[in-house]
């Protein structure tokens, strides 16, 4: 009689256990790259949410920003500080004049020999104040 022998044994194979240990490893790292995608999701909502805060923010403040600015600002807005141009060729025709005459006695600025000695914090004569204004 021919003996029958088992072709299969009750022990897998090693390539079948490498393909199982592959599978395993595969599905750890989605259910772990699953993990990760819920955790980001979850971050960015609440960056989204604190976003929305912030606009609301902005919002508000410049409603309140409104009406300061127009509380503050139209006077500022309406005052003109820009020299009229007869008022600059005059002062312009008025330097010309007077910083030749100053230019020839070696000293541009204006002295006045006549001034008021200048007494500072303690007590001692500094010298003189001198007015450079036009």
């Known amino acids: 009689m021919v003996a029958i022998t088992a072709t299969n044994s009750a022990t897998p194979s090693t390539q079948v256990s490498l393909g199982r240990a592959r599978l395993e490893q595969a599905r750890r790292e989605a259910d772990q790259a699953e993990t990760n995608a819920h955790n980001l999701r979850a971050q960015a909502g609440d960056a989204e949410q ?71 914090s303690q007590g001692q004569a500094t010298g003189r104040i001198v007015n450079v204004s036009a």
């Open 50 to 120: 604190q976003a929305a805060i912030s606009q609301e923010n902005v919002r508000k403040v410049a409603t309140s920003n409104q009406g300061e600015a127009s509380t503050y600002c139209a006077p500022r807005a309406s005052s003109t500080s820009e020299v009229p141009l007869k008022v600059q060729n005059l002062i312009e025709k008025m330097y010309a004049a007077t910083s030749e005459q100053r230019a020839q006695s070696g000293n541009p600025l204006k002295t006045n020999p006549q001034a008021a000695p200048v007494v500072n």
